[in-house]
Nanobody, 119 residues
């Protein structure tokens, strides 16, 4: 099993930057891809960015060029650098880890961290 704890959220103004972190613990050797998702009151949970164990990344069109996802496998951390934040980025941000062994494949989620961007 894996435990994920997000941090770094807060209240910022439009145009500001913020860096989110996700610390993984437990059986981290079985984590493959990781991702950031977000959910607001008006929308369903959506993918923000993902990264494979090898470092390949994928971004939602709405954040391309503004957000950067990265991971430190040695420290078991996932990060999301967010720049030029917009009010529409306001949401609760969740870290997800794909956990894969020879007999099970499942996803683990953190509790989330709130990001609020004021105009």
């Amino acid at each position: 099993q894996v435990q994920l704890v997000e941090s770094g959220g807060g209240l910022v103004q439009a145009g500001d930057s913020l860096r989110l972190s996700c610390a993984a613990s437990g059986d981290t050797m079985y984590i493959s891809a990781m991702a950031w998702y977000r959910q607001s009151l008006a929308k369903a949970r959506e993918l923000v960015a993902s990264i494979t164990s090898g470092g390949s990344t994928n971004y939602a069109d709405s954040v391309k060029g503004r957000f950067t996802i990265s991971r430190d496998n040695a420290k078991n951390t996932l990060s999301l650098q967010m720049r030029s934040l917009k009010p529409e980025d306001t949401a609760r941000y969740y870290c997800k880890a794909e956990y894969t062994t020879w007999r099970v494949s499942e996803n683990y989620w953190g509790q989330g961290t709130q990001v609020t961007v004021s105009s």
